[in-house]
């Protein structure tokens, strides 16, 4: 069972980017996904999380507005939309899943997850 972020490099401030997490040995579909970035020194910051249906996004106040959250289960695959980047965006983006029993369940710390992929790293710099 393997995760990868995918979509990361080096952009503007004011710019987007829209980064991909796919998986293999497993169906995202029965797993919550959740989005997390680091940086050097710094704890795992979770950045959106989204039920295995789709429903019940969750987005934390640093980045509400700024960030989406999308699935599309027929493809394996969940996508992280980044607008409106600013420059303590930088970090490495890790994509990371969890088995759940509820379609609306969605976890919003790290130990909730027990899945986790090789991380993708955005730059916002002019």
């Known amino acids: 069972i393997q995760l990868q972020a995918s979509g990361g490099g080096l952009v503007q401030p004011g710019d987007s980017l829209k980064l991909s997490c796919t998986a293999s040995g497993l169906s995202l579909r029965n797993y919550a996904v959740g989005w997390f970035r680091q940086t050097p020194g710094k704890e795992r910051e979770l950045v959106g999380a989204?039920?295995?249906?789709?429903?019940?996004?969750y987005y934390p106040d640093s980045v509400l507005g700024r960030v989406t959250v999308s699935r599309q289960n027929a493809e394996n695959m969940v996508y992280l939309q980044l607008d409106s980047l600013r420059p303590e965006d930088t970090a490495v983006y890790y994509c990371a899943a969890v088995s759940v029993h509820t379609s609306t369940t969605v976890r919003i710390t790290a130990r909730g997850y027990t899945y986790w992929g090789l991380g993708t790293l955005v730059t916002v710099s002019s």
């Open positions: 989204i039920s295995s249906s789709g429903e019940n996004p």
